[in-house]
């Protein structure tokens, strides 16, 4: 091969590198037990499920039924209804009329100053729950029957002060199955490794997913629940950072087989959540240093990295550019091909959205923009919030 040859491919090499990080460096937390306690003893702890659920009718009676038909013998499900301005509460009421006294609604309290709406339905499900351990899980949400069953294992397994589960990501429309894979892509190159807990000092890089977190509720109390988090507007990560940082055992398992959830079901969906999660809970797992430079140079890099060698490949089938750089084009943007195809088949998406990464970058670049040029300002749920930047990156 000749040198002229060999350059452009050499440039390529750092998207071979990021493949080779994602195939070879992460590894996925392990799968949840198969089996739970209460197959081989006869007392286990009760459970409170406790669902915040704004503006949920359209969700809200498969993840109340999927819990309601649960094989665990002691459980209550509190559906904590937070003003909806839909049917939410009457579909929540229908739902759990299947399995009478294991369903519970609750009319949310007014909003007060200074609280998220979630982590305020979620602090008053807690409030009124009788459980010796809470699981805190998304109206978003369906469960598997023995799922319950086989989480108490874990956090038992674990000997853990707090176990958390990330399931499946159901994707049914083009811009899911187009810009899921990007942003959990992201998310796994920063969260690589979470087969075991994180000691204290290890803080900033704990995770948890707030589709489901099942603690004690000793241990919730000891960590000051959802109040410390009121302001917090990705509170499931500043919870595992409370936890870890004052030395908890964070435990973080794979439960595909037996729980899912759909985030969002259109465009105007994944821009609006996704704009209130991204910047905000990117920016608090770094150190103060990183924060002010950061968020332009993750948007110039991704930009770079994915958009760039098609732009350059395509200018170079038009005879725009040199020989040397169609030939890098079309090297790193083939490797960039084979990694987001396969991104997208361990997600569940069609092996052919692969081919349109370039699209999902740019539509992912658009929503960091976004939620980088709002800064504190966060809508969601028909709620508008501002947030002082001092309090969405104070540490935990």
């Known amino acids: 091969m000749e040198i002229s040859m060999v350059t452009p491919i050499l440039w390529a090499l750092p998207w071979f590198g990021i493949l080779a990080f994602l195939v070879f460096g992460v590894r996925l937390p392990r799968p949840i037990p198969a089996r739970g306690p209460s197959q081989t003893r ?6 409170s499920v406790i669902i915040p659920a704004r503006n949920e009718a359209r969700n809200i009676e498969r993840v109340v039924g999927s819990l309601a038909s649960s094989t665990y013998p002691d459980l209550e499900i509190l559906v904590v209804d937070d003003r909806s301005e839909d049917e939410t509460r009457a579909l929540a009421l229908e739902a759990g009329r299947a399995r009478p006294g294991r369903v519970r609604v609750l009319d949310g309290r007014p909003l007060p100053d200074g609280w998220m709406g979630k982590n305020w339905a979620c602090h008053q499900g807690a409030e009124a729950a009788t459980g010796e351990l809470f699981l805190f899980t998304d109206a978003d949400t369906w469960h598997a029957p023995d799922l319950l069953d086989r989480a108490v294992a874990a956090l038992e397994e674990d000997q853990a002060d707090c176990v958390t589960l990330a399931g499946r990501q159901l994707m049914e429309t083009f811009w899911e199955r187009l810009v899921q894979p990007h942003v959990f892509t992201a998310m796994l190159a920063r969260y690589p490794r979470h087969r075991e807990p994180l000691p204290p000092s290890r803080w900033r890089g704990a995770i948890a997913n707030g589709q489901y977190i099942m603690i004690p509720r000793g241990v919730y109390d ?18 595992a ?17 037996s729980f ?27 150190p103060p240093w990183m924060r002010g430079v950061a968020p332009l140079l993750i948007l110039l890099s991704g930009l770079i990295l994915w958009v760039g060698p098609p732009v350059a490949t395509g200018l170079g089938l038009a005879g725009l550019t040199s020989p040397g750089v169609l030939t890098w084009g079309l090297v790193a943007t083939g490797a960039s091909v084979v990694l987001w195809s396969a991104a997208c088949v361990r997600m569940g998406a069609p092996v052919y959205y692969g081919l349109l990464y370039p699209l999902g970058s740019i539509v992912t670049g658009f929503i960091f923009a976004r939620a980088w040029r709002r800064g504190g300002r966060v809508e969601w749920k028909g709620r508008e919030y501002s947030l002082e930047p001092d309090a969405v990156m104070r540490e935990p």
Not at 225 to 239: F, P, Y
């Open 42 to 47: 006869t007392r286990t702890p009760r459970i």
């Open 222 to 239: 000891e960590m000051g629940g959802h109040e410390a988090l009121k302001g917090e507007v990705v509170e499931d990560m500043r919870m």
């Open 241 to 257: 950072q409370r936890l870890v940082r004052r030395g908890k055992r964070l435990s973080v398992r794979m439960a595909e087989d």
């Open 260 to 286: 899912a959830t759909r985030m969002y079901a259109s465009l105007g969906e994944l821009v609006e959540g996704w704009s209130k999660n991204i910047v905000l809970g990117g920016m608090a797992t770094l």
